[in-house]
């Protein structure tokens, strides 16, 4: 069936430094990319999104890429902050004909001050 | 504003009980979902719905069901709890199907099952 994994589970980093998080998906119908957030006791709230047809996306201090041929897209986080401490979802999905979604087991980001 | 809530926010029930989880949206979204968030295991879904009437199983959708009356309403209810269904339980919805759309989260339900 359709699978999302992410690496790595647990990610520790130093304050000021980057944070690489990996997806890799099964269903080549994905189109769509969604990267959620989710600090201790919240809600998931989206951060970040890739579509199909564009490789690399950026907002500030985060961005991701995308490879289509091998499934695989990538969230990086550069200079690190304390409040960037949570855990990280990748999904993917696919946009048209459908909207079922597939999350990744997260990633829990912990930066050092 | 807008929002998406979920009661109970905590539930608390013993095993084989009927229990029903709320959730409700002022978006007006047509698309709504529930996940349940488990540690190890990410958000998986359970049901979800692009209308009303519209009901889908997911991929945990043993022993739950979803009705959906209304925009605003998509109720999750657990037909005979059982302690495997302890979790988190989050509802979503999202504006339109076929379209690049953000999922909405509410606060989360924690039920446990004794």
């Known amino acids: 069936g359709e699978n999302v994994e992410q690496h790595p589970s647990t990610l520790s980093v130093q304050e000021g430094d980057s944070a690489v998080i990996k997806c890799t998906y099964s269903d080549s119908a994905s189109n769509y990319f969604p990267w959620y957030k989710q600090e201790l006791g919240k809600r998931p709230q989206l951060i970040i999104d890739?579509?199909?047809?564009?490789g690399e996306k950026k907002d500030q201090r985060i961005a991701v890429t995308l490879n289509k041929t091998a499934k695989h897209f990538s969230l990086h986080i550069t200079e690190t902050q304390p409040e960037d401490s949570a855990v990280y979802f990748c999904?993917?999905?696919?946009?048209?004909?459908?909207?079922?979604?597939?999350f990744g087991a997260g990633t829990r980001l912990f930066v050092k001050a | 504003d807008a929002e998406i809530t979920q009661s109970p926010r905590h539930k608390i029930t013993e095993t084989g009980r009927q229990v029903t989880l709320a959730c409700h949206q002022t978006w007006n979204h047509n698309n709504m979902f529930w996940y349940r968030q488990d540690l190890g295991h990410g958000l998986r879904l359970i049901h979800y719905s692009y209308g009303v009437q519209d009901t889908n199983k997911g991929e945990v959708s043993d022993g739950y069901s979803v009705s959906r009356s209304n925009t605003e309403d998509l109720p999750l209810t657990l037909e005979s709890a059982a302690s495997s269904q302890t979790s988190v339980y989050f509802c979503a919805s999202s504006a339109e199907k076929g379209l690049y759309n953000e999922q909405f989260f509410g606060p989360g339900t924690r039920l446990t099952v004794l």
């Open positions: 999904a993917a999905s696919t946009g048209t004909g459908g909207f079922k979604t597939i």
């Open positions: 890739i579509r199909s047809n564009v």
